[in-house]
């Protein structure tokens, strides 16, 4: 069984950051690409950001150049810093991971989901 939890998610002003993360843990042989999608009220799940077992990252257009996107490998921990915010970016953000367990299956699991609230 494998989990990710995240954190870092809140309310926070226009113009704001904040700083999510995502730690994958349980049986774990490797970890392969991770990645943060959102959901806005109304909205259906979209890509923010995605990184490769070898460090190869991807943006959607509406993140570029406001959102960083790294992993520490030896935690298994992904983190997302998110700068100048929109009411746009207002959703749930959920940590995604394709994980190879022990018994050498490879599965995709998701986070339980952060609340990112941006007030305008």
């Known amino acids: 069984q494998v989990q990710l939890v995240e954190s870092g998610g809140g309310l926070v002003q226009a113009g704001g950051s904040l700083r999510l993360s995502c730690a994958a843990s349980?049986?774990?042989?490797?970890?392969?690409?991770m990645g943060w999608y959102r959901q806005g009220p109304g909205n259906q799940r979209e890509l923010v950001a995605s990184?490769?077992?070898?460090?190869?990252?991807n943006y959607a257009d509406s993140v570029k150049g406001r959102f960083t996107f790294w992993r520490d490998n030896a935690k298994n921990t992904v983190y997302l810093r998110m700068n100048n915010l929109t009411a746009e970016d207002t959703a749930v953000y959920y940590c995604?991971?394709?994980?190879?367990?022990?018994?050498?299956?490879?599965?995709?699991?998701w986070g339980q989901g952060t609340q990112v609230t941006v007030s305008s």
């Open positions: 349980g049986s774990i042989f490797s970890v392969n690409a």
């Open positions: 990184i490769t077992g070898n460090g190869n990252r």
């Open positions: 995604n991971a394709k994980v190879t367990t022990m018994d050498l299956k490879t599965l995709d699991y």
